[in-house]
């Protein structure tokens, strides 16, 4: 079974960094995107960066210059560099994989969510 596991996420001052990790695993065929949503308190759900197979990247307005995606395709793997956080990118962080299983059809998966705290 297909599944996403994230590591890195924690409590951290402001102008601290953190870095996040998902690795999907399982039967996996193809991915054609990895990429991090967060939700705040009292908040929808956003997408704060994804890549695409092709090496694309799409950022939150509020995080550019501050956050950078990357991705190790031997490992199905993606890194979310977090410098200068701020208290408001307080949330919980879900990685999100659009990608193809062996066996089944094409579809999005979500990992469980990590926790992010920027306080001081």
């Known amino acids: 079974q297909v599944q996403l596991v994230e590591s890195g996420g924690g409590l951290v001052q402001p102008g601290g960094s953190l870095r996040l990790s998902c690795a999907a695993t399982g039967n996996i065929f193809t991915i054609y995107a990895m990429g991090w949503y967060r939700q705040a308190p009292g908040k929808q759900r956003e997408l704060v960066a994804a890549?695409?197979?092709?090496?694309?990247?799409n950022y939150a307005d509020s995080v550019k210059g501050r956050f950078t995606l990357s991705r190790d395709n031997a490992k199905n793997t993606v890194h979310l560099q977090m410098n200068n956080l701020k208290p408001e990118d307080t949330a919980v962080y879900y990685c999100?994989?659009?990608?193809?299983?062996?066996?089944?059809?094409?579809?999005?998966?979500w990992g469980q969510g990590t926790q992010v705290t920027v306080s001081s």
């Open positions: 999100n994989a659009d990608l193809k299983p062996i066996f089944t059809p094409r579809r999005n998966y």
């Open positions: 890549i695409t197979s092709s090496d694309s990247t």
